[in-house]
């Protein structure tokens, strides 16, 4: 191999190697931070019910959430492409109105099945009418820099995912999480519920392990290819006629 080459082959095997060192270090620090955001959502769910009805106090996310009051349909968000028990749908996001109050709330209240888990049925099951005690998860409605990836179909628009900047447009005054309703389709939502993500790690270890696994396989390579050809033996000599 020309020195060229060898010198060609070096820099791409280290930049690769880097690379694939920097992609690993990359998911622990993500693994850090999902964490940390675990500890704190553990510790809000550890504190006492916080009663909405009760207390002025601004929702956090994780703790668990009390209120009572009705629903409002006017202004619902449908949240596309969910799958609930293999079948495709959407979840149902209401407007809540605190009792005694003008406070309003964000309620997840199920899932509705949909055959292209984008449109809207014609008929969606309401929740109770009149007064209501609902209990649930409050859940951080995240900033997105798409606008949730709203989608117009007619007169019906979906969302890809939740998010803060239309909520708060849609129902000014809401804190910024919802409530992750619990409950049957016999409850107070008329849906069936959603369950709560599960409040893991996450890939990010086994991702990290995956790429510093390839920066040693990179190496490796570079060590193999580099090294001269002698080191490496040859062929031997055809025997004597």
């Known amino acids: 191999m020309s020195r060229t080459r060898r010198v060609v082959l070096l820099v791409v095997v280290a930049t690769l190697a880097i690379t694939a060192v920097q992609l690993g270090r990359w998911q622990l620090r993500r693994l850090d931070a999902r964490r940390a955001s675990n500890a704190e959502l553990l510790a809000a769910r550890a504190l006492p019910p916080l009663d909405l009805s009760a207390t002025d106090s601004a929702p956090v996310a994780g703790r668990r959430l009390v209120a009572r009051g009705t629903f409002v349909l006017d202004g619902e968000l449908f949240l596309r492409g969910r799958v609930h028990r293999e079948a495709p749908g959407l979840h149902v ?4 109105r605190i009792t005694d109050s003008d406070r ?3 309620v997840l209240r199920g899932f509705v099945g949909s055959p292209d888990a ?6 969606i099951p309401a929740p109770v009418a009149g007064v209501v005690t609902i209990t649930g998860l409050a859940m951080a ?3 997105t820099d798409d606008a949730g990836q709203p989608v117009a179909r007619g007169a019906d628009t979906t969302w890809r995912r939740l998010d803060r900047a239309v909520a708060a447009q ?3 005054g809401a804190p910024p999480v919802y409530l992750q309703l619990e409950g049957d389709a016999g409850g107070p939502g008329g849906l069936p519920s959603v369950v709560p993500p599960a409040i893991d790690e996450g890939p990010h270890l086994s991702y990290a392990i995956q790429w510093f696994g390839i920066a040693l396989a990179i190496v490796a390579f570079g060590v193999i290819a580099l090294r001269p050809r002698d080191d490496r033996g040859s062929a031997p000599p055809p025997a004597a006629p």
């Open 170 to 172: 849609r129902l000014p």
């Open 118 to 123: 984008t449109t809207p049925p014609d008929s």
């Open 93 to 96: 996001v209401t407007p809540f």
């Open 104 to 106: 309003m709330l964000w």
């Open 141 to 143: 409605i995240p900033t």
